[in-house]
């Protein structure tokens, strides 16, 4: 069964990004549909909830709820939903869908099939349980060759950043091992007004 | 269990889009992979094949034969694979997950959950299985009351392409049903009032079959036959 109750976004950011989050009630009853937004501690800093009639949508208002720091998104619903996140910033545009373990977009093991050399590519990952997750990094060029590794601990319900200072500035792939189930985004920026937002793919 | 050896991409763009797409095995061994472009009338029109180490990439070099038609693309391994496509134009960009039924990117019933009135907005829906399917696509607005129905038969390993024009452009959201197991894309063009020229981008459709769906049986290597 692919459809979730529940779907996460890893990042509403903070900054000159603008956020739009829509979400879907996909059932031919009334959905009541919750949203909560934490920080990288797991701390909830906003919620709100709505009735959405069958095939209805719902912009989570929750861009300008919490302008001051980055923040995740969780929605949580008494029906299956779907959702769909765009970032903006001028003609840069990151893309996602809402992530679930039913959707086989949140895992133990995530690979992304493409740092790039040269661009910026950013990572983060939402530990979507309550526990605290220990995650392993492998950063590997286009060859497979391993050239960095690095772990971090994500508290529960928290994120985690990191850049391409952290994975080498390589050309290849990365690869996420964590402990507890994480959904993960990659952002590349290509340095002249394009960007590409990613799903980490699940391997688990 | 998510891991598969076979990805599908409903599209490798024609004309001035350049494309990428690059495949990573992701299994601890040698892995032979076949590529397979396919017209949207199901004719095999390029191949290639070559053995990549483990996670090594391939960057696939089908873009040649997509110079003047728009093409599928099949990906078919002996070990597991990930890909990734980038569909460059400019500063717009489609990029898209290479699809499969292991990773819930395929299935029969699809969900887009925007749609934009004043915006381009285009689908492409890629039949991976070979038997001719009943394709029907319902568009509805943001309050969820139907605005448009349509379909079409899609012939096995075959390609369909609507866009605002079948939609009505209308804000909403796109359902698309399907008797075999299908892929699909939609391309978001920004223009108008509150959408910035320049920007695009690429949604893979979500699946909500309620019932899982037996993926179709496929061979390794692709007879090219047909």
């Known amino acids: 069964m692919a459809v979730a109750k529940k779907i996460y976004f890893p990042q509403i950011a903070a ?7 829509r979400v879907v009630n996909i059932n031919t009853q009334p959905a009541n549909v919750q949203a909560i ?38 929605v949580i619903s008494t029906l299956p939903i779907v959702g769909e996140r765009h970032c903006h910033a001028g003609t840069e545009v990151l893309a996602f869908p809402g ?83 994480v959904v993960g985004e990659r952002h590349l920026h290509y340095g002249n007004g394009v960007a590409v937002g990613q799903l980490g793919q699940i391997l688990s | 269990m998510p891991l598969t050896n076979r990805l599908y ?39 290639s094949e070559r053995m990549s180490s483990p996670f090594q990439g391939w960057v696939i070099p089908v873009e040649p034969a997509s110079v003047t038609q728009n093409l599928s693309l099949v990906v078919l391994s002996d070990k597991a694979i990930v890909g990734e496509r ?40 890629f039949n991976i299985t070979n038997i001719e399917s009943q394709v029907n696509a319902i568009v509805r607005d943001v309050n969820g009351a139907v605005v448009k129905q349509f379909g079409t038969r899609l012939k096995g390993m075959g390609g369909w392409v609507f866009s605002d ?26 223009q108008g009032t509150f959408h910035p020229n320049g920007v695009a981008l690429g949604q893979l459709g979500q699946v909500i079959d309620i019932e899982p769906v037996i993926p179709p049986p496929f061979t390794f290597p692709m007879p090219l036959g047909r």
């Open chain 2, 165 to 190: 024009v079948e939609t009505g452009r209308v804000s909403g959201t796109v359902e698309v049903v399907s008797e075999q197991m299908i892929v699909a894309e939609r391309h978001l063009h920004y």
């Open chain 2, 86 to 125: 980038h569909c460059h134009n400019g500063t717009e960009v489609l990029a898209f997950p290479g699809a499969s039924p292991e990773l819930g990117t395929a299935g029969c019933r699809l969900f887009f959950p925007e749609l934009v009135a004043e915006c381009g907005d285009w689908f492409i829906v």
């Open chain 1, 37 to 74: 937004a934490r920080l990288d501690t797991g701390q909830i800093v906003w919620q709100t909830s709505i009735t959405l009639q069958p095939f209805q949508t719902w912009v989570v208002p929750v861009d300008p709820a919490y302008p001051q720091a980055n923040v995740s998104l969780t």
């Open chain 1, 15 to 21: 900054g000159g990004w603008e956020d739009w989050v």
């Open chain 1, 99 to 181: 992530a679930s373990p039913e959707m086989k977009t949140a895992g133990t093991r995530l690979i992304f099939p493409e740092t790039v050399y040269g661009c910026h590519d950013n990572f983060r990952f939402l530990n979507i349980t309550d526990y605290f997750a220990f995650v392993t990094v492998i950063s590997r060029d286009i060859n497979g060759f391993t050239v960095r590794r690095f772990t971090g601990q994500v508290a529960p319900w928290g994120f985690w950043i990191f850049t391409d200072v952290e994975i080498g500035n390589v050309q290849g792939t990365l690869e996420v091992f964590s402990t507890q189930p």
């Open chain 2, 9 to 47: 991409f409903a599209q490798v763009a024609s004309s001035v889009w350049a494309d990428w797409i690059q495949i990573i095995n992701v299994s601890g061994e040698n892995a032979k992979i076949q590529a397979i472009a396919r017209d949207w009338n199901a004719n095999i029109l390029w191949s």
